[in-house]
């Protein structure tokens, strides 16, 4: 099965790159996990990692890794999506579950946005996000106003069900 490691993660501010790896499906966790940390440049006593694959939304956490059972679950899942793959390349892309890599300067909204972005998805507007107004009105929704609307509500200055009171908002309905 390919494996995707990232590297330079445990790096604050440091550049992640990507390394694939091939195993076997019946290799060792002790041989994977190790393997995996001397890429990673992780200790093995305190590492902890998790996967995902092409089919997890990226708001979702990574699935853990820190056993046999697990590794044999994830190996079983990834046999069943490249028999539906019809082609496409299956990889499990593994993650550092340890510390918290990123500047305390960034704010990490995207389970928000998954949210309201599932909330405002318009039936009516295919492929297109709406406000719908108490009059039933449809404002249409681009990027830069998701973004804006999610981080008020991130900071506690809108709901899911109503739009921050700024000026991007301006032409809705309070």
């Not at 006593?45 to 089919?55: F, L, N, R, S």
């Not at 019809?86 to 892309?93: A, D, H, N, P, S």
Request: glycine share 6%; charged share 20%.
């Amino acid at each position: 099965i390919s494996v995707s490691v990232p590297l330079n993660t445990g790096v604050v501010g440091g550049t992640v790159s990507h390394v694939q790896l091939h195993f076997a499906l019946d290799v060792d966790f002790k041989d994977f996990f190790s393997h995996v940390c001397v890429k990673m440049d992780l200790d093995p006593k305190v590492a902890e990692i998790g996967y995902k694959y092409h089919t997890d939304q990226a708001c979702d956490p990574p699935h853990q890794l820190s056993d046999s059972e697990q590794l044999s679950e994830a190996f079983e899942h990834g046999c069943q999506l490249m028999k539906q793959a019809c082609g496409r390349q299956v990889i499990l892309e593994i993650h550092n579950l340890v510390g918290d890599t990123q500047p305390s300067t960034v704010m990490s909204f995207a389970s928000e946005f998954c949210k309201l972005k599932e909330r405002l998805s318009c039936a009516q507007h295919a492929g297109k996000y709406c406000y719908v107004t108490p009059t039933s009105d449809h404002d249409a929704l681009d990027i830069y106003k998701l973004t804006s609307w999610v981080k008020s509500i991130f900071l506690g200055n809108a709901t899911y069900e109503q739009p921050p009171e700024m000026s991007t908002f301006d032409h809705m309905p309070k």
